[in-house]
Each structure stands twice: as structure tokens, then as C-alpha cells.
């Protein structure tokens, strides 16, 4: 009516059962529950698809899309049913889903590896589709009149947006760190089924809460008998240390369902992976035999070559930089680090390690950090090696472990950028992997590159690679320009590392 003061209104819907509180509750909730789903994904997939940029992309862009398509099939919905008989299926089915989801993910990994992608991006769509249709549901019953429709909308949104932020940290610096994964989505599915019981209740809607009860709990039984377990879950790692069934005390430590590590802890002078032979190499060719040195690591794993040069090299001080507190215990605990063996871990990234260090103050700097197959980028630039350079004294070295398979492309950037820092740059490996043998030999694999300002004695190098039965070769001079050809500096602008990199590939032969 022309003139009337009252406000427009639009089709009531009854809040009875959902007042400001509980929708602030659900809203929060399950916003942060779709965080908490996108993260702990991440760290289920890295041991089957590794910890690369395209795994967090791809991550990422499937738990938008969830949220995207369950706001807006949401909202349709919404307005052709009564919500109050939507928000409890919600999230007691989003919450069976994640509870399964351990289980689910390790087995496809184990038994059907091609249909994994396929699986884990139904594990996050689902949830996430689900739990994000709760807001527009919850907004549909609080709002009754379009003189409210802008504060309802804005703080439901903003609640929704806090829970995310709060999902995501406490996943990020509290749940990781301190629950194992499988633990983390079984307690978010047991909270999620509650919370559906607890909408049921207010609501006396919908009553399928008990069901999925159960079916969290054979989620949980599920998750203990799952192929790809984990001794320790660490912040970064689902790791195991696997006994050598042959003699002697031999361990490995297996990150990801990748060998890292070989530790004798009888015998650390026994060197058991090829590319540890070579870099001891360099070490024993490139020093006066038995003289102790400064040493820093980048990355440390079970800290087979600090326990070498400790063993080879009495008064040696090894200064390691290891990213993962949980392997730094593991060494401990399992593979027999004493406190007296002269090796100082500190539990920090690789790079801010590098800036800690005095100028000129290390004979050897070690690069042997890796996220799955993939050396960090930001431990691969021409800027970091500037600080490699700045720390090591007149005749320092470093060398570094490098992984690479197919065209090589990543190693061959690398080796660049070392060139473009260092006056004398050697590679090591299989001849054919570095030019030194046909090319249709080529598999890939590891490779060892030395850099420093001085000469090292590549044919002393040599012998020590002959006398350990590596077969493998040293390139350098004209062999490693023409080896490298016109590869692109890696810098902290552009530094492509995940792209560049082949991983091992059955159907290509490597």
C-alpha cells in the first residue's frame, strides 16, 4: 500500500528449532570443516602423488568447486524445500564420507592406482559439496524479512569466512602436529554425525544420524587394517623405518613410500644408496683424508652422511637444517643418533638455515632436501646458491643430490644456475644420464652435482666413484656445457621446479 511504513515482506519461513546462535554454530562449522577436508587431503594424496605444486593446485581447485556448486545447488534448493529437513543429511552424510575417506584413499592407492584421481576428488567434492550447501540452507530459515536481508546474508557469510580461516589454522600449526591423519578425519566425521543428531534433535527432522554412526565407526576399523600405514605421522611424512632383513643392524627410512634413508647403525661408514657413495666421494677426493670439517646440510633424513663424516672424520661438526621436527625424533628413537656424535640438528627450512650461517664458515655445504622427488624451489635459485657461496670459506664445496627422469629439464636448470654461480661446476651420474653414453640408455634417476670456487681433483673423484663400484661418470668442461645446452636460471622470481621435473614414469620406460 502507497505509503505504508511497514516493511516489505517476503514468504515466512518458521525458525522454530534454529535460532541466531545454533545458525552461527552450523555456519562456523562447517565452513571450517571443508578447510580441515582440503588440508588433510593434501597429506593423504602426497605419498601416491607427490608433495608438488600441480597435487596442491589440483587440491585446491577441487574443494572451490565443491564449495561453489554446494552454495549455489544449495540455495536452489533451499527455496523448493523446507531446509530444516536438508542441514541434518548435510553433514551426518559429509561426515560418513570423511570418515571413510582413510580407508578409501590408501586402498584405491594400494589396488586400483588409476582410478585414484578419480576417487579422492569424489572424497573432497562430496563433503565439500554437502557441508557448504549448509550456509545457504541456515540463511534461507533466518531470514524473513528483505529489511534484514543484508545483515543476515553479511553475517553468516562473515561467520562462514571465520570458520574457514579457524579450520585451516588449527589444522595447519594444532591437528597435524599433533594427530595422525586418519585420526584428524575420524574425529571430524564423529563431530560432523553428531552435529547432524544434535539438528535432528532441535529440528525432530530427519533421523539417519544413528546409521551413519556405524558407518564412521567401520571407518575407523577400516582405517587400522588400510594398506599404506604409517609407523609415525609427522608434520610433513607418513613415515616407516623398515628393518634390513639381511645382516647386520641396517634400517631404512621410507617418507611417502619413498626409501630416503639407509642407516647402519653398527657401521656408519656403510653407505648403502649409490648417489650417498657418490657425495662421499666428492667429500673424501675434495679433503685431505681424515681432516675434520665444518659441515651444514641441507636436509637430513636419517643423516646417513653426517654419521659418515662423524665416523671418517673425528672432530667433525655437521650442522644440519631438517624442515621436519618428526624425523628429527626418529632419528633419535629409532636409528640410533647419539647425542656425542657431533651432528646439531636444528628444526628449520633449508634456506633460513643458509642465513643464519656466518660468512665463510663451512668447508661443505650438503644439499640433500627433498618434498617427495622434488628438491624445494626456493633451495634450487640463483639467489639461494649466493648464499651457498657466501657461507662456505676460499675452499669450500658443495654438492648437492638431484632427482630428475625424461629430458632432464630440472637437472639441466640446476646445473645452469650453479654455472652461473660457481666458477667450477661437475656432474656426476650414469654416463648416458649425463651425456657421457647413448642416449636411448638414459633412465634417469639420481644425480650428484659438486660446485666451488676452487678446482676440485675430478680424477681423484673418479677413482673414489671406481673404488665404491658406482659406475657412474663425471662430466664437466665442454661435456656439461653441451649437456646443459640452453637451459633457463632458476630464480627466486621463476623458478618452475614441479614443471620442470619428470618423475619416474613406467609408461616411458624410466
Not at 541434518?88 to 584405491?108: H, I, K, N
Not at 584428524?184 to 551413519?212: D, F, H, K, Q, Y
Not at 661446476?425 to 652435482?449: C, F, Q, R, T
Amino acid at each position: 500500500m502507497t505509503g505504508s511504513s511497514t516493511s516489505p515482506v517476503v514468504e515466512s519461513t518458521p525458525r522454530e528449532g534454529l535460532g541466531p546462535r545454533a545458525a552461527a554454530i552450523l555456519v562456523f562449522g562447517s565452513s571450517a570443516a571443508v578447510l580441515v577436508v582440503e588440508i588433510v587431503a593434501l597429506r593423504l594424496l602426497a605419498p601416491y602423488l607427490g608433495l608438488t605444486l600441480e597435487t596442491s593446485t589440483m587440491v585446491i581447485g577441487i574443494a572451490l568447486t565443491a564449495i561453489a556448486f554446494g552454495s549455489w545447488l544449495g540455495g536452489v534448493i533451499a527455496d523448493q524445500v523446507d531446509p530444516r529437513r536438508l542441514i541434518g543429511p548435510s553433514l551426518g552424510v559429509s561426515g560418513a564420507v570423511v570418515a571413510l575417506t582413510p580407508a578409501v584413499l590408501r586402498s584405491t592407492a594400494e589396488w586400483a592406482p588409476a582410478v585414484l584421481l578419480v576417487i579422492a576428488s569424489l572424497t573432497i567434492l562430496v563433503p565439500g559439496a554437502l557441508l557448504s550447501a549448509v550456509t545457504p540452507f541456515v540463511t534461507k530459515l533466518r531470514l524473513t524479512s528483505l529489511a534484514e536481508t543484508g545483515t543476515v546474508v553479511g553475517r553468516l557469510s562473515g561467520i562462514g569466512t571465520v570458520g574457514a580461516i579457524v579450520g585451516t589454522v588449527l589444522t595447519g600449526f594444532v591437528l597435524v602436529s599433533r594427530l595422525p591423519v586418519s585420526g584428524i578425519l575420524l574425529g571430524l566425521g564423529a563431530l560432523l554425525v553428531a552435529g547432524s543428531a544434535w539438528v535432528e534433535w532441535r529440528t525432530r527432522g530427519w533421523t539417519g544420524a544413528p546409521a551413519l554412526a556405524l558407518v564412521v565407526a567401520a571407518g575407523g576399523l577400516a582405517a587400522t587394517v588400510a594398506p599404506g600405514g604409517c609407523d609415525v605421522e609427522t608434520k610433513y611424512h607418513c613415515a616407516r623405518v623398515v628393518a634390513d632383513p639381511g645382516e647386520g643392524d641396517g634400517r631404512t627410512l621410507v617418507l611417502d613410500g619413498l626409501r630416503h634413508s639407509y642407516v647402519d647403525i653398527d657401521d656408519p661408514t656403510h653407505l648403502e644408496f649409490e648417489y650417498v657413495r657418490a657425495v662421499a666421494s666428492v667429500v673424501d677426493a675434495g679433503f685431505p683424508q681424515g681432516e675434520p670439517l665444518v659441515a651444514h646440510h641441507l636436509g637430513g633424513g636419517g643423516l646417513t652422511l653426517p654419521r659418515y663424516l662423524a665416523a671418517t672424520r673425528p672432530g667433525t661438526r655437521s650442522l644440519v637444517s631438517e624442515i621436519d621436527g618428526g624425523v628429527v625424533r626418529i632419528n633419535h628413537e629409532r636409528l640410533g643418533l647419539r647425542p656425542e656424535a657431533g651432528i646439531d640438528v636444528r628444526v628449520e627450512d633449508g634456506r633460513l638455515g643458509l642465513r643464519r650461517l656466518d660468512t665463510g664458515s663451512r668447508d661443505l655445504v650438503v644439499g640433500d632436501a627433498f618434498g617427495g622427488v622434488s628438491v624445494p624451489w626456493h633451495l634450487t635459485t640463483v639467489e639461494a646458491m649466493a648464499d651457498v657461496r657466501r657461507v662456505l670459506d676460499d675452499g669450500g664445496v658443495y654438492v648437492a643430490n638431484l632427482i630428475d627422469h625424461g629430458d632432464m629439464d630440472f637437472a639441466r636448470a640446476e646445473v645452469a644456475t650453479l654455472g652461473e654461480t660457481f666458477p667450477h661446476v661437475a656432474l656426476l651420474g650414469e654416463p648416458a644420464d649425463i651425456g657421457l653414453g647413448p642416449a636411448a640408455a638414459s633412465k634417469g634417476g639420481n644425480l650428484v652435482v659438486l660446485a666451488s670456487d676452487r678446482p676440485v681433483d675430478l680424477r681423484a673423484v673418479q677413482r673414489a666413484l671406481d673404488a665404491r663400484h658406482t659406475g657412474w661418470k663425471i662430466a664437466t668442461g665442454e661435456d656439461l656445457t653441451s649437456w646443459t645446452g640452453a637451459a633457463r636460471l632458476l630464480t627466486d622470481d621463476h623458478a618452475p621446479v614441479d614443471q620442470l621435473l619428470q618423475p619416474y614414469s613406467p609408461q616411458n620406460g624410466r
